[in-house]
């Protein structure tokens, strides 16, 4: 009996496909070619879990990195819609002013910017007064906004008097029983307090020291008062950060930071409709900056913006971006060339299963797509997997960095996922392994299907034109980076394309090397001898085992070059803060003056401290307190011939050496008061320099007036203006002439520090009415001498954050440690990729590695082999690497240590480098250890007893 049956189509064709009345289109059959690919190459990547879990590493790890990297700085920058919460809590708009000129802001000013001038007067608020009681200016903000409870926020610092430790500690300034402020202030145990001596401690402040309970001793201005601690609670800063206490009322003598978070006001408005941007508009008439609720979360087009502050809005936009496609070209030329050699073996080994398709009638292009879908199903895999990595990692680390540091921003700030950099990211990871298994699945079209079948696998015969094409692409790409460098403005385009056919011409090169190597191994041992020749025969599993070692020497080693020159510059250009061994500490208020004292008594007899003291008020002459903005401060400047006292003052009209030397002067330009017998030894004057000292002169050190016999120096006062910073009702009190010690330009390096330009003794500021303010502390031995380290640590422990110790001792390397680092992680890398290749590589060879065995091949043999084999890729792909990066290397010292500077000693501008230094041994320990000890590893890995497979005749 006979049965006829209907065909069926073959496994992943479309029904009825192969019919001879039935057409497929070229599509469906593309499709469908796909398909089963895709479904063998999953199933490759489960049976072979090794070689799939290293070719995930090899991808994953670089993704991971660079994804965590994203993610971490799109979390740190804060954008407007993040600190919300932190500004206002569940409020519609926070609220701060009102300036003397209308204002013109951008949806969020902290990024946009905001400008105003007394030109513009700002409309008067009806109800608003600064002789008002708190309670009635808030009221009238919250009728000019259009509703809702208006409740005041500001902001200070005080000192915890613990013993004899004044530790730094931040107030929010904010009474939350007026509205509910949410997140911005929230209760957790206890109450409210009732007044500036009730406060309420968050998680920050119990770190810091202070007691959930009972009463502390908090200090603003130099005076100490108790306060009652009645509750526990959690708080946000304007910025994200954690406050230690939140306190109803500013407390007496708050210092200059009880302004608040604006100047003269903050308010918070609750409750109320949405403020619209036409609201924030017409609140800037008033001279109010405004962060809106509803403007941050829904910004207006960049039209409404104002012309001036535009392109400021435009660059920050666009930052984020230009990164991500950095980073998504770097890590695509990266990972290509790491991958190379696992797809490359990967290939390799399955050659006879292709061949065998071959036999039964598969395309060239079918056996490709089997290789290129397994790099696409791996590849895939890896690159999620990486993001998703290197995401949980940064969650995790930032979860354990807020919950050991609750003061810190992060603790306001959701983790920012940039699915902008991701979408570029994944894509380019994927494509970097399509690529990588691109190379070995274009050689499937040579496939020598009889040698395969037999277990014969010869590299083709070596193309001479490619490695002239490869020489000539390197030389020129050479050439072009470093021409292109040198250019200050428009070389970038020509870097980028001088360094892509830089490292491809090397590339071309690789077989042609493996080729004069195999050429040259009949001198060598048995071991290194086979080694070499079955590099040289084998091409196309050992030039993408060269290619990615050379790719992770050229970046360690342009990167250690750009170290180095960095460093070298900055050892050239370095200027002593200080006197060799001397010690130095700011205190710049109060506070911090009995906090530095506090340290000092500590420390007892070990250091001999002097004060340093500045001709100026107490206030910082460019940004007083908004109540001090309008109360004339005290100046003392000098005047040289031809010039006056206002310009002097005002250096948008100063010119030459007008305002070279005063209370409003930069770039070391203050007037310093020190003891004579100090100054004296400091600048190592004459014995008859000593005595103009001593009788009222002053040391100048100022190249444009130290010349002059005699300077004439006034004193008054002035008043700032906020809006441009020039000095305005300027009053002369008096004026003097003061005989000039010269110092050399040579003689005031380190020894003029805190921006000093000058020096006169305390008994000459006296006598001639001068104001003088301490702002630094400088520290010696008892014998005078520099301060030991042991010193230095406790005082530094001591001091900590209050005054920034700094011990000058001279220029130190800060980039040793990095290198070191830098060092580890480039070798450690090299290692793997070198164990790696070297491992699919002997997997590979256990046909020839029997045969060795069989022959009589000892197992030292076999481990010399394998050493050889080893050290051979890694030595060949570590000089080459050396040999190109050498080349980007030098480029980018261009653009990194050249520079335009202002010697603030000469007083002369000038270009400074480029500076060149080549870190010839630790790159020579890369390139000697990292083979060595790859080929000491693969020796260990050899087994005692061979697989024995049969041959076929």
Same mark, same amino acid.
């Given at each position: 009996?006979?049965?006829?049956?209907?065909?069926?189509?073959?496994?992943?064709?479309?029904?009825?496909?192969?019919?001879?009345?039935?057409?497929?289109?070229?599509?469906?059959?593309?499709?469908?070619?796909?398909?089963?690919?895709?479904?063998?190459?999953?199933?490759?990547?489960?049976?072979?879990?090794?070689?799939?879990?290293?070719?995930?590493?090899?991808?994953?790890?670089?993704?991971?990195?660079?994804?965590?990297?994203?993610?971490?700085?799109?979390?740190?920058?804060?954008?407007?819609?993040?600190?919300?919460?932190?500004?206002?809590?569940?409020?519609?708009?926070?609220?701060?002013?009102?300036?003397?000129?209308?204002?013109?802001?951008?949806?969020?000013?902290?990024?946009?910017?905001?400008?105003?001038?007394?030109?513009?007067?700002?409309?008067?608020?009806?109800?608003?007064?600064?002789?008002?009681?708190?309670?009635?200016?808030?009221?009238?903000?919250?009728?000019?906004?259009?509703?809702?409870?208006?409740?005041?926020?500001?902001?200070?610092?005080?000192?915890?008097?613990?013993?004899?430790?004044?530790?730094?500690?931040?107030?929010?300034?904010?009474?939350?029983?007026?509205?509910?402020?949410?997140?911005?202030?929230?209760?957790?145990?206890?109450?409210?307090?009732?007044?500036?001596?009730?406060?309420?401690?968050?998680?920050?402040?119990?770190?810091?020291?202070?007691?959930?309970?009972?009463?502390?001793?908090?200090?603003?201005?130099?005076?100490?008062?108790?306060?009652?601690?009645?509750?526990?609670?959690?708080?946000?800063?304007?910025?994200?950060?954690?406050?230690?206490?939140?306190?109803?009322?500013?407390?007496?003598?708050?210092?200059?930071?009880?302004?608040?978070?604006?100047?003269?006001?903050?308010?918070?408005?609750?409750?109320?409709?949405?403020?619209?941007?036409?609201?924030?508009?017409?609140?800037?008439?008033?001279?109010?900056?405004?962060?809106?609720?509803?403007?941050?979360?829904?910004?207006?087009?960049?039209?409404?913006?104002?012309?001036?502050?535009?392109?400021?809005?435009?660059?920050?936009?666009?930052?984020?971006?230009?990164?991500?496609?950095?980073?998504? !070209?770097?890590?695509?030329? &990266?990972?290509?060339? %790491? *991958? =190379?050699? +696992?797809?490359?073996? /990967? @290939?390799?080994? $399955?050659?006879?299963?292709?061949?065998?398709?071959?036999?039964?009638?598969?395309?060239?292009?079918?056996?490709?797509?089997?290789?290129?879908?397994?790099?696409?199903?791996?590849?895939?895999?890896?690159?999620?997997?990486?993001?998703?990595?290197?995401?949980?990692?940064?969650?995790?680390?930032?979860?354990?960095?807020?919950?050991?540091?609750?003061?810190?921003?992060?603790?306001?700030?959701?983790?920012?996922?940039?699915?902008?950099?991701?979408?570029?990211?994944?894509?380019?990871?994927?494509?970097?392994?399509?690529?990588?298994?691109?190379?070995?699945?274009?050689?499937?079209?040579?496939?020598?299907?009889?040698?395969?079948?037999?277990?014969?696998?010869?590299?083709?015969?070596?193309?001479?034109? !490619?490695?002239?094409?490869? &020489?000539?692409?390197? %030389? *020129? =790409?050479? +050439?072009?980076?470093? /021409? @292109?460098?040198? $250019?200050?403005?428009?070389?970038?385009?020509?870097?980028?394309?001088?360094?892509?056919?830089?490292?491809?011409?090397?590339?071309?090169?690789?077989?042609?090397?493996?080729?004069?190597?195999?050429?040259?191994?009949?001198?060598?041992?048995?071991?290194?001898?086979?080694?070499?020749?079955?590099?040289?025969?084998?091409?196309?599993?050992?030039?993408?085992?060269?290619?990615?070692?050379?790719?992770?020497?050229?970046?360690?080693?342009?990167?250690?070059?750009?170290?180095?020159?960095?460093?070298?510059?900055?050892?050239?250009?370095?200027?002593?803060?200080?006197?060799?061994?001397?010690?130095?500490?700011?205190?710049?208020?109060?506070?911090?003056?009995?906090?530095?004292?506090?340290?000092?008594?500590? !420390?007892?007899?070990?250091?001999?401290?002097?004060? %340093?003291?500045?001709?100026?008020?107490?206030?910082?002459?460019?940004?007083?307190?908004?109540?001090?903005?309008?109360?004339?401060?005290?100046?003392?400047?000098?005047?040289?011939?031809?010039?006056?006292?206002?310009?002097?003052?005002?250096?948008?009209?100063?010119?030459?050496?007008?305002?070279?030397?005063?209370?409003?002067?930069?770039?070391?330009?203050?007037?310093?008061?020190?003891?004579?017998?100090?100054?004296?030894?400091?600048?190592?004057?004459?014995?008859?320099?000593?005595?103009?000292?001593?009788?009222?002169?002053?040391?100048?050190?100022?190249?444009?007036?130290?010349?002059?016999?005699?300077?004439?120096?006034?004193?008054?006062?002035?008043?700032?203006?906020?809006?441009?910073?020039?000095?305005?009702?300027?009053?002369?009190?008096?004026?003097?002439?003061?005989? !000039?010690?010269?110092?050399?330009?040579?003689?005031?390096?380190?020894?003029?520090?805190?921006?000093?330009?000058?020096?006169?003794?305390?008994?000459?500021?006296?006598?001639?009415?001068?104001?003088?303010?301490?702002?630094?502390?400088?520290?010696?031995?008892?014998?005078?001498?520099?301060?030991?380290?042991?010193?230095?640590?406790?005082?530094?422990?001591?001091?900590?954050?209050?005054?920034?110790?700094?011990?000058?001792?001279?220029?130190?390397?800060?980039?040793?440690?990095?290198?070191?680092?830098?060092?580890?992680?480039?070798?450690?890398?090299?290692?793997?990729?070198?164990?790696?290749?070297?491992?699919?590589?002997?997997?590979?060879?256990?046909?020839?590695?029997?045969?060795?065995?069989?022959?009589?091949?000892?197992?030292?043999?076999?481990?010399?082999?394998?050493?050889?084999?080893?050290?051979?890729?890694?030595?060949?792909?570590?000089?080459?690497?050396?040999?190109?990066?050498?080349?980007?290397?030098?480029?980018?010292?261009?653009?990194?240590?050249?520079?335009?500077?202002?010697?603030?000693?000469?007083?002369?501008?000038?270009?400074?480098?480029?500076?060149?230094?080549?870190?010839?041994?630790?790159?020579?320990?890369?390139?000697?250890?990292?083979?060595?000890?790859?080929?000491?590893?693969?020796?260990?890995?050899?087994?005692?007893?061979?697989?024995?497979?049969?041959?076929?005749?």
């Amino acid at each position: 009996m006979t049965t006829l049956m209907e065909p069926k189509a073959p496994a992943g064709l479309p029904e009825d496909a192969d019919r001879g009345d039935v057409k497929s289109s070229r599509l469906s059959r593309w499709r469908a070619s796909w398909r089963v690919a895709l479904r063998m190459a999953r199933r490759d990547v489960r049976r072979h879990k090794g070689r799939s879990i290293l070719v995930f590493l090899m991808v994953a790890i670089p993704v991971g990195l660079l994804a965590g990297a994203a993610t971490l700085g799109a979390t740190e920058q804060a954008d407007a819609g993040d600190l919300i919460t932190a500004r206002m809590g569940p409020g519609q708009a926070l609220v701060q002013g009102p300036q003397a000129g209308k204002i013109q802001q951008t949806p969020d000013p902290n990024q946009g910017g905001t400008g105003w001038s007394d030109d513009n007067p700002a409309a008067t608020i009806p109800g608003f007064s600064a002789d008002a009681a708190a309670p009635d200016n808030a009221a009238a903000i919250g009728r000019l906004v259009g509703g809702g409870t208006a409740v005041a926020v500001g902001e200070t610092q005080m000192r915890l008097v613990v013993g004899e430790r004044r530790v730094r500690v931040s107030g929010l300034v904010v009474d939350p029983r007026v509205a509910d402020l949410g997140d911005k202030a929230r209760l957790s145990s206890g109450s409210w307090g009732n007044g500036p001596d009730e406060i309420v401690i968050t998680p920050a402040g119990e770190r810091k020291g202070m007691p959930r309970s009972g009463s502390v001793t908090l200090s603003a201005g130099g005076t100490e008062r108790s306060v009652q601690v009645v509750g526990t609670a959690s708080a946000l800063l304007e910025w994200g950060g954690m406050p230690d206490f939140v306190v109803p009322s500013m407390p007496d003598g708050a210092g200059a930071e009880s302004a608040g978070i604006g100047a003269p006001g903050s308010w918070v408005v609750v409750g109320g409709g949405p403020v619209t941007w036409e609201d924030v508009q017409r609140l800037n008439t008033y001279g109010l900056t405004v962060y809106s609720r509803a403007v941050l979360e829904d910004p207006p087009p960049e039209s409404a913006l104002p012309p001036e502050l535009r392109p400021q809005d435009s660059f920050t936009q666009d930052t984020g971006r230009m990164i991500a496609v950095i980073g998504g !070209v770097m890590l695509f030329i &990266l990972t290509t060339l %790491l *991958v =190379g050699p +696992a797809f490359a073996v /990967s @290939a390799t080994r $399955q050659r006879r299963t292709l061949a065998l398709a071959a036999t039964n009638g598969a395309e060239t292009r079918q056996l490709r797509r089997t290789v290129l879908a397994q790099a696409l199903v791996l590849g895939v895999i890896s690159a999620l997997g990486g993001v998703v990595l290197g995401t949980l990692a940064v969650r995790a680390g930032l979860w354990w960095w807020v919950s050991t540091h609750p003061e810190s921003s992060f603790a306001s700030i959701a983790l920012d996922i940039p699915w902008g950099a991701f979408a570029i990211l994944v894509p380019c990871a994927v494509l970097s392994a399509v690529v990588a298994a691109l190379l070995p699945s274009l050689r499937l079209g040579r496939l020598d299907i009889i040698g395969v079948m037999r277990g014969q696998s010869v590299s083709p015969r070596l193309n001479k034109v !490619v490695p002239v094409v490869g &020489l000539v692409l390197a %030389l *020129v =790409g050479g +050439a072009v980076v470093l /021409s @292109a460098a040198q $250019q200050q403005a428009g070389g970038d385009f020509r870097v980028a394309v001088g360094a892509v056919g830089l490292v491809l011409g090397t590339l071309l090169l690789v077989p042609a090397i493996l080729v004069a190597f195999g050429a040259l191994a009949a001198r060598f041992p048995v071991a290194p001898r086979i080694a070499i020749r079955d590099a040289a025969r084998h091409r196309s599993r050992s030039t993408p085992t060269v290619a990615a070692i050379l790719a992770g020497v050229v970046a360690l080693t342009a990167f250690s070059i750009g170290l180095a020159s960095d460093t070298k510059q900055q050892m050239a250009t370095y200027q002593p803060q200080a006197l060799p061994g001397e010690g130095t500490i700011y205190t710049g208020d109060t506070e911090t003056q009995l906090a530095v004292g506090a340290a000092l008594g500590k !420390v007892g007899g070990a250091v001999r401290s002097t004060p %340093l003291l500045l001709l100026r008020g107490p206030e910082d002459p460019y940004g007083p307190s908004a109540a001090d903005a309008q109360r004339p401060q005290p100046f003392v400047t000098g005047v040289p011939q031809g010039c006056t006292v206002q310009n002097t003052l005002d250096h948008s009209s100063t010119e030459g050496a007008c305002g070279a030397l005063g209370t409003l002067s930069y770039d070391n330009g203050q007037i310093g008061v020190l003891p004579a017998s100090e100054i004296k030894a400091r600048l190592r004057l004459t014995e008859a320099q000593g005595r103009v000292i001593d009788e009222g002169g002053i040391a100048v050190g100022v190249p444009a007036l130290a010349k002059v016999p005699t300077l004439t120096v006034a004193h008054g006062t002035f008043v700032i203006d906020q809006s441009s910073y020039s000095p305005t009702n300027v009053v002369t009190t008096a004026t003097a002439k003061l005989p !000039v010690v010269a110092v050399a330009p040579t003689g005031r390096t380190g020894a003029m520090p805190a921006q000093t330009g000058a020096f006169v003794t305390p008994e000459t500021a006296k006598r001639l009415g001068w104001p003088t303010f301490q702002t630094m502390v400088l520290l010696h031995a008892p014998d005078g001498g520099a301060i030991d380290e042991a010193t230095e640590k406790q005082l530094d422990e001591l001091v900590g954050d209050e005054g920034g110790l700094h011990v000058e001792r001279g220029f130190q390397r800060y980039d040793e440690k990095v290198m070191k680092i830098m060092m580890a992680v480039a070798a450690l890398l090299l290692l793997i990729v070198t164990l790696i290749s070297t491992a699919l590589s002997m997997a590979e060879q256990q046909a020839d590695t029997g045969t060795l065995a069989a022959v009589g091949a000892t197992r030292r043999t076999r481990r010399a082999f394998a050493a050889a084999q080893a050290m051979v890729v890694g030595f060949i792909g570590a000089v080459l690497g050396i040999a190109v990066g050498l080349v980007p290397g030098i480029a980018i010292t261009y653009p990194l240590t050249r520079s335009y500077e202002y010697d603030s000693v000469t007083g002369v501008d000038h270009v400074t480098g480029p500076y060149l230094a080549i870190p010839w041994t630790p790159l020579l320990l890369v390139v000697l250890g990292v083979p060595l000890l790859a080929g000491a590893l693969s020796a260990l890995a050899i087994r005692r007893a061979p697989a024995m497979t049969r041959r076929a005749d």
